[in-house]
């Protein structure tokens, strides 16, 4: 069964950098047809999707958030990373790992982490 | 504000049937397949139907999809108290770059 565990700190400083890393489990994540992706949602609120990444690196922002935002993968530790700058009090939510599995024309996040709470320390 | 719109909160009784719609655009829910989510409280979110009206295995046949042009629909029959939960709906935007995007969620409540 594959399974997603987000980690990082759960506190961040105004003006400072936000770094996560998902570490999957059970399933490698070199499969190409996947994609590895950050969703994150505020207290109380509803979903946004931060981006995603293939194991060959290629990877896919939120408009709204791209000026900001990296996304990394380490094959060889079968992780995937995120990487928000410039963090505001906006940036407070709880930030989850998933799979965007199924097919082509057919795809949905199959498997999530079970999210981290991220809070910036103002 | 959410891409996709859906109605903040739905409730219905044990044993009926309810309907929570999402509406998006021509870039969207217009092209694009539509799949829901259902977020029990303090867990993440778990994949309810794909592809508009395609069931997981291990998801009821009390959950079902649809859609029609720029409005996608989840229906759930037989309303049953564990069904208690915040639902949204997501869709990949062709536009810009392509992105996904979700609707701000309804709150179900069983009474």
């Known amino acids: 069964q594959l399974q997603l565990q987000e980690s990082g700190p759960g506190l961040v400083k105004p003006s400072e950098t936000l770094s996560l890393t998902c570490t999957v489990s059970g399933g490698s994540i070199s499969t190409s047809i996947y994609s590895w992706n950050w969703i994150r949602q505020p207290p109380g609120k509803g979903l946004e999707w931060i981006g995603s990444v293939y194991s060959r690196g290629s990877t896919y922002y939120n408009p709204s958030l791209k000026s900001r935002v990296t996304i990394s993968v380490d094959t060889s530790m079968n992780q995937f990373s995120l990487d928000l700058t410039s963090v505001t009090a906006a940036d407070t939510a709880v930030y989850y790992c998933?799979?965007?599995?199924?097919?082509?024309?057919?795809?949905?996040?199959?498997?999530w982490g079970q999210g981290t709470l991220v809070t910036d320390s103002s | 504000q959410s891409v996709l719109t859906q109605p903040p909160s739905a409730s219905g009784t044990p044993g009926q049937r309810v309907t929570i719609s999402c509406s998006g655009s021509?870039?969207?829910?217009?092209?694009?397949?539509v799949t829901w989510y259902q977020q029990l409280p303090g867990t993440a979110p778990k994949l309810l139907i794909y592809?508009?009206?395609q069931r997981p295995s291990g998801v009821p046949d009390r959950f079902s999809g649809s859609k029609s042009g720029t409005s996608a629909s989840l229906a759930i029959s037989g309303l049953q108290s564990e069904d208690e939960a915040d639902y949204y709906c997501?869709?990949?935007?062709?536009?810009?770059?392509?992105?996904?995007?979700f609707g701000g969620g309804t709150k179900l409540t069983v009474l």
């Open positions: 021509s870039s969207n829910v217009g092209v694009n397949p």
């Open positions: 592809s508009n009206n």
């Open positions: 998933a799979r965007l599995g199924g097919k082509t024309g057919a795809r949905y996040f199959d498997y």
């Open positions: 997501a869709a990949w935007d062709d536009s810009l770059s392509g992105y996904w995007v």
